[in-house]
């Protein structure tokens, strides 16, 4: 199953960190989200996906290369998330390549009432720019990923 990244990791340090390597061009292709908008969520510099009608996100979609990396997904994600198979758009070079029409991915949403998004749009430049640095130095405290071996 490929997965949809919408949030932090859409940046490639962040994947390298979470997953232990860094994905390779096929492993990674643009896609949108159809009826979901991407908002902060409240007091957190990430983001979560609310739903809303003729709402788009953009994102990439996440092919799996080793058997650990769905473990290491949902570590990452935690409790605050869950994963639902939801229709994608591909978009970008590939969709024009393969002229498929829409996938579907595994998306994380969130698990419930515990994680509110603001009502701060999220947008991954601006988080390169006033987060990233901090949120990476609290995920290399928190210890590696779980991998498939273990």
Do not use: N
């Not at 991407?38 to 290369?65: C, Q, W």
């Not at 229709?87 to 590939?94: E, I, K, N, Q």
């Not at 601006?126 to 995920?139: H, N, P, T, V, Y």
């Amino acid at each position: 199953m490929v997965y949809f990244f919408y949030g932090t990791l859409c940046d490639a340090d962040v994947q390298r960190l979470i997953l232990g390597y860094r994905p390779g061009p096929r492993q990674l292709s643009p896609a949108c989200l159809p009826g979901f908008r991407r908002k902060r969520a409240r007091g957190r510099s990430y983001p979560v996906l609310v739903r809303a009608p003729g709402g788009r996100v953009d994102g990439l979609l996440f092919r799996p290369a080793r058997a650990g990396d769905a473990l290491r997904l949902a570590a990452y994600e935690g409790p605050e998330y869950l994963t639902r198979a939801l229709p994608v758009c591909r978009s970008g070079r590939s969709a024009a390549l393969t002229r498929t029409g829409p996938a579907r991915a595994r998306v994380f949403l969130p698990a419930g009432s515990g994680l509110p998004a603001s009502f701060d749009d999220w947008q991954l430049p601006r988080w390169q720019r006033r987060d990233k640095i901090a949120f990476l130095r609290s995920l290399q405290h928190q210890g590696p990923m779980p991998c498939a071996s273990r």
